[in-house]
């Protein structure tokens, strides 16, 4: 495990940014400073311990603590400075200049012929703008199994990604036009992000394509996992309150469980027809995204769809279809170029998957009988990081660990359900 950690720089410094993060978020002032001086006498110690009262910085490993405490103080300095500064920080001129180009971009969606709701819904599902939308709807949604598409996402970065580079497909993948391409792409996904109001997963997804971007145009082979803590540091740099931010949460779980899990589930089945193939590898992709998020959608919502598996696919291929058609005439309405058939499409797409919501809506969702608590939300994510080094390692005390965890998170189930432990 020391190995992966080894390889994957930017996971380091994403632990000790988190670590920092919550060291000024939870632990008071006086506290810090106890547990600083405490680490630094503990550093002092190592350091001196094989050569007397001479400190040596020969070690290696020194170095690698000297720069570990610097980063942590610096973590946690910073973040303080943002809590002082909390509530008086104005928004930035240059996102206030996107909203009201989000505002505009909107105007071209009265045109259609659709009901008030269903605007709404297709203005969220492109744009991002939520302040019209009712909470009926986002409660039909919820109980689909379909609250993510309300969100934008990194799948709607990736649908904006998909969509742009089927449109350059004339341009060759050489010479100049390499880089042309690829600079496109870049400012296509970015302006869709700015515009759909900077929400941390679709930042997350631009993040992580744009490393994934230059990183092809350099020549370099991409570890998805150092990509993925890259991202995530970049943004706890820039807002160090995104963990806390639910989306943040769900988006970067989801991912993490993912990359882990999807080749895993996948290999349980190889089929020689293409279409069940293409079928299953979507239910793996949601299966492995489920692994992460379940206990954490437990713990804010309390409860979970009973059709979000059935509802995953038709929902993906309304919203690849819909999203695309959606921005096109967006575009074209700017310019004045808007063609009849494709405002059609909008709407009859947009009507479809509203009707087809509304029908899912209307199964009740799995509820939980028992508030999903700290405790209970801790235990799930130790038991499922202990099956993962199982999974990952074999080795039996990891097997043990999981076990273990189990057998505490059933028992704070049972004393739960009968008022002792809560």
Known sequence: MAEEFQKRPFARLLILWISGICIATYVSLPAWMGIGTAWFLFLLLQMTKQSGARLSFASRGNWGIVFATLFLCLSVGYVRYRLRLEGAEELPAWQTYFQEWQVRLLASLDVLDLKEQDKNVLATLTL?????????????????????????????????????????????????????????????????????????????????????????????????????????????????????DLGFELSYLAVLSILFFYRRIRGWFSLRNPGLQLLWDWVAVSAAAQIGTLPLCFYYFGQISSVSMLVALPVTIYSMLLIPCALCWIVLYQFGCAWSWVGTSVAWLTASFCHFIDRMGRIPPLASSLPFTPILLALSYLTLIAFSLYIYNKEKRHLFATLSFLLLFSLALFLGKHGILF
Not at 180 to 192: P, R, T
Request: hydrophobic share 50%.
């Open 128 to 244: 991002g703008y939520r302040q019209h939308l009712d909470w009926t709807v986002r409660e039909r949604f919820n109980f689909s199994g379909a609250a993510h598409i309300l969100s934008v996402s990194g799948f709607h970065v990736g649908v904006v990604y998909a969509f742009l580079r089927t449109c350059l497909f004339f341009l060759p993948e050489r010479m100049l036009f390499r880089y042309v391409k690829q600079a496109l792409l870049l400012a296509g996904i970015w302006i869709f992000t700015l515009l759909a109001g900077m929400e941390s997963p679709a930042v997350r997804s631009a993040l992580m394509l744009s490393f994934y971007l230059v990183g092809k145009l350099l020549v370099r082979r991409t570890d998805s996992y150092n990509t993925w803590a890259a991202s995530a540091f970049c943004m706890l740099v820039y807002n160090p309150f995104y963990l806390f």
